[in-house]
């Protein structure tokens, strides 16, 4: 079945560019059928929606970050990107790859999540 | 956006409860709504989408009804396996937009 992967590095220094890749696998990531999404939590909160990408690379964003934010989509490397720039500890987050089905949406497979801090 | 507001925010209950949690959107989502289910150090694991489908491997003991704004998840006879946080997320529009999460433990 379908898996994500998420990584990148968990130590961000402050006002720099957090990078996150999430690689794809057991299905293809061009079908028309998902977009593929980045979600967040913060330390003992809740979920919060970044954004997402379709495979033509068309992304939508939470309009909170959409300043900072850009995803992207690879197909021919079976992944996706997060890239959030001016990061400040505010981004310390536990960052989660998924799969979001176009069709009764719903984000039905999950990465196992990255845990991402920002600090000097 | 539209918000999303679970209630209770924490509960407790034992084996065997019949357990149910709400979600109310500030403005009409039609069915738009999801369930999942997130233990500690896991990601979120989806339960029930358009409101009241269960997904695929996920017991029947769990299930789902609403439309428009008011939502309710239950769990008909909680098992161990269902202590956890439970968070409510519509799809109707964007931003995608979660609930803060309830979490069951145990009495």
């Known amino acids: 079945q379908v898996q994500l992967q998420e990584s990148g590095p968990g130590l961000v220094q402050p006002s720099q560019t957090l990078s996150l890749t999430c690689s794809v696998s057991?299905?293809?990531?061009?079908?028309?059928?998902?977009?593929w999404s980045w979600v967040r939590q913060h330390p003992g909160r809740g979920l919060e929606w970044i954004g997402y990408v379709y495979p033509s690379g068309r992304a939508y964003y939470n309009p909170s970050l959409k300043s900072r934010v850009i995803i992207s989509v690879d197909t021919s490397k079976s992944h996706f990107s997060l890239k959030l720039r001016s990061v400040t500890a505010a981004d310390t987050a536990v960052y989660y790859c998924a799969r979001d089905t176009v069709q009764d949406p719903r984000m039905d497979v999950w990465g196992q999540g990255t845990t991402v801090t920002v600090s000097s | 956006d539209v918000q999303m507001t679970q209630s209770p925010s924490s509960l407790s209950a034992s084996v065997g409860d019949r357990v149910t949690i709400t979600c109310r959107a500030n403005?009409?989502?039609?069915?738009?709504l999801n369930w999942y289910l997130q233990k500690p150090g896991k990601a979120p694991n989806l339960l029930i989408y358009a409101a009241s489908t269960l997904q695929s491997g996920v017991p029947s003991r769990f299930s789902g009804t609403g439309s428009g704004t008011d939502f309710t998840l239950t769990i008909s006879s909680l098992q161990p396996d269902d202590f956890a946080t439970y968070y409510c997320q519509q799809s109707f529009t964007i931003p995608l937009t979660f609930g803060g999460g309830t979490k069951v433990d145990i009495k």
């Open positions: 057991g299905g293809p990531i061009n079908s028309g059928d998902y977009y």
């Open positions: 403005e009409t989502i039609r069915n738009y």
